[in-house]
């Protein structure tokens, strides 16, 4: 158990569709990272809370993307019209930087 | 060209052997962090390093600053290490991590 909970483990969803995964870091930590990651490669930089603000974006993250932490504490990822190169290992992480960090499982989506 | 280079990508060893992956990059960093990653994609964190050595267990992490770059060690080597060992910096000018490609390893019984 690392801490870091998300949901849904897996996800498979037809083009064109909205998807919507979440994250729960069981302890308080200040901050929470999205990240992507697909076959064989490293995970890539999405998106970087400090507490409820969105403080980083990457330029990977479209307008399609959009990413809130509204209390501070859990966070969502939402993909509106997804599309086939969305199809990736979607992880969360809390703490990080110069701190320990505590992934998540990680959202597997499928876009058929 | 990535921040964070891996070496070797593929790594394939018998029981009991001793393991050297190695991490350079080419930014300024104020943490370097050593992870894992299994088949099934949970990543564990190993250690997180700013300078010198640590040791925990079987696995050691060592890291030069003037040098960018750091060493991920395993001695005597075990089936259950077969994984994926990513190395991840943070630069001393934001927060977020760049991933190294990351080192697939399998350990042969």
């Known amino acids: 158990d690392t801490g870091v909970s998300q949901d849904p483990r897996h996800k498979i969803t037809k083009r064109g569709q909205n998807v919507t995964f979440r994250c729960d870091p069981i302890?308080?930590?200040?901050?929470l990272y999205w990240y992507r990651q697909t076959l064989g490669q490293g995970p890539e930089f999405l998106t970087y809370?400090?507490?409820?603000?969105?403080?980083?974006k990457s330029r990977l993250l479209s307008d399609r993307f959009s990413a809130e932490r509204p209390k501070g504490s859990f966070s969502t990822l939402e993909i509106q019209r997804t599309e086939q190169g969305d199809s990736a290992m979607y992880l969360c992480?809390?703490?990080?930087?110069?701190?320990?960090?505590?992934f998540g499982q990680g959202t597997r989506l499928t876009v058929v | 060209k990535n921040e964070v280079e891996q070496s070797p990508q593929n790594l394939t060893a018998q029981e009991g052997e001793f393991i050297t992956i190695n991490c350079s990059y080419s930014?300024?960093?104020?943490?370097l962090h050593w992870l894992q990653q299994h088949p099934g994609g949970g990543i564990v964190s190993l250690f997180m390093?700013?300078?010198g050595k640590k040791k925990h267990g079987r696995l050691i992490a060592t890291i030069n600053i003037q040098e960018k770059h750091s060493s991920l060690h395993i001695t005597a080597s075990h089936p259950r290490d077969s994984a994926v060992y990513i190395c991840?910096?943070?630069?001393?000018?934001?927060?977020?991590?760049?991933f190294g490609t990351g080192t697939s390893l399998t350990v042969i019984p």
């Open positions: 809370f400090q507490n409820e603000a969105q403080l980083e």
């Open positions: 302890s308080e930590h200040n901050r």
């Open positions: 390093l700013s300078s």
């Open positions: 991840a910096v943070v630069r001393n000018t934001g927060n977020q991590f760049y």
């Open positions: 992480a809390a703490g990080g930087g110069n701190t320990e960090a505590f």
């Open positions: 930014v300024g960093i104020s943490a």
